[in-house]
């Protein structure tokens, strides 16, 4: 039949036909569509013991519509990324029923019993205690297995080249790594940041190091990663008594820095921080940045053994996470600064009724992660720049 956008009428005979769905008569539909990308349906039997979830990616960006085109083809990353991510996490994602490439569709998991992350904590909720490092591990289990440490390297070399993504990663090389620092339409921001933005566009030596982290995003085929993971892709909830963690979106997956991962985490974290710093409710989230790196680094060297190329040995694994601690700090530098000043703000600061200083603070802090990223050797140094961030005037920082 060839490529269909599917509407809410459509979706009944279209798990029928997929075989997913049998009884038409006790089926109702409804679309949820959130993202930016993508359209979402669920559906549900009328007694409410069976759903399922249908995700679409449509040939342009969704809150665009068809003056931003784009090949939906994205959806085929999105399938293999959750086909690598079952193999070593299959609880932290949704578990995927079926994938139709013709029409870019997935059926899933529905998961409308769990609420994404960030909804959650601009309502005031704390992580828990689990959240961060679970999310932490995935991208261990993740980056280890599709590494060349997890991997041979002829099956890494077919994985580098069918996870190839050229439209997508050149919007995460333009909006994230380029953009905020040139004069650009995507740009914007609150006239409160107006004299930092400025400043940031001028700053040479923060320009260079951005360069140095476009540079590595384009050329540092590390691991496979989900490419796009923040606390708007973490759905998290309960389900008989325990904690789940579920991630999702992995559409901008391709093989990159492993860094870039971890630091889009992290990024979100410290500005949920500022969030929660800017109404009088810390919670928490001061100890995400050091539970999801524990997490890491702690499943990393415990799959370590198993690698299967010995030449690497512990000392070069010692060196290889610390390179991947300064690189993750660097993304999360940049991820902080475009989402104020660039292309997608968070709504994080977007729903404060003073945005200004919670955002500024997070402009400075970004800069520094940047440029400060190869002394900052461990947590508490990082810790230390978010304090004197929060002491020290806003001003805007040197040219």
């Known amino acids: ?19 997913h769905w049998e009884d038409l008569d006790d089926i109702a539909v409804r679309e949820v569509s959130d993202g930016n990308m993508n359209r979402v349906f669920l559906a549900s039997s009328a007694d409410g013991t069976r759903s399922l979830a249908v995700k679409q990616a ?27 991510i079952a193999k070593v996490a299959p609880d932290e994602i949704p578990a995927v029923h079926g994938y139709d490439s013709e029409n870019y569709a997935l059926v899933m998991e529905d998961m409308s019993d769990l609420e994404v992350l960030r909804t959650l904590l601009n309502e005031g909720a704390s992580y828990g205690p689990h959240t961060s490092a679970r999310i932490g591990e ?5 980056s280890f297995a599709t590494s060349d440490f997890g991997m041979p390297s002829a099956e890494r070399k077919a994985l580098i080249a069918a996870s190839a993504s050229p439209e997508l990663c050149k919007i995460t090389e333009d909006v994230v790594l380029s953009e905020p620092y040139l004069e650009h339409e995507h740009n914007h921001w609150h006239e409160g940041v107006a004299d930092l933005a400025v400043s940031f566009r001028a700053d040479a030596e923060l320009r260079t190091e ?7 995003f384009m050329t540092g085929a590390q691991s496979l990663l989900h490419g796009d993971l923040h606390t708007g892709s973490v759905m998290v909830g309960t389900r008989d008594g325990a904690p789940v963690v579920r991630v999702f979106d992995p559409e901008f997956s391709f093989v990159g820095p492993i860094g870039f991962d971890l630091g889009l985490y992290w990024a979100n974290a410290l500005v949920s921080e500022e969030r929660a710093r800017a109404l009088g409710g810390l919670t928490d989230h001061a100890d995400q940045l050091r539970l999801s790196w524990e997490a890491f680094e702690t499943e990393f060297r415990r799959l370590w053994p198993a690698r299967v190329d010995t030449f690497f040995d512990d000392a070069y694994l010692d060196r290889f996470l610390r390179k991947v601690w300064t690189e993750s700090l660097g993304y999360a530098g940049t991820e902080v600064i475009r989402r104020i000043i660039g292309f997608a703000h968070l709504t994080d600061l977007t729903t404060l009724e003073d945005p200004v200083g919670a955002s500024r603070r997070a402009l400075l802090i970004g800069r520094e992660l940047i440029v400060r990223r190869r002394e900052l050797t461990d947590v508490e140094s990082v810790r230390a720049v978010v304090r004197a961030t929060w002491a020290g005037p806003h001003r805007p920082a040197a040219s």
């Open 58 to 84: 449509l040939p342009w960006v969704r809150v665009a519509g068809p003056s931003w085109p784009m090949n939906p083809n994205r959806a085929d990353a999105e399938a293999r990324a959750y086909e690598q």
């Open 210 to 216: 951005v360069a140095e982290l476009r540079h590595l």
């Open 1 to 19: 039949m060839g490529y269909r956008i599917l509407e809410t009428d459509d979706i009944p005979a279209y798990l029928s036909e997929r075989g």
């Open 138 to 142: 995935l991208v261990a289990r993740l």
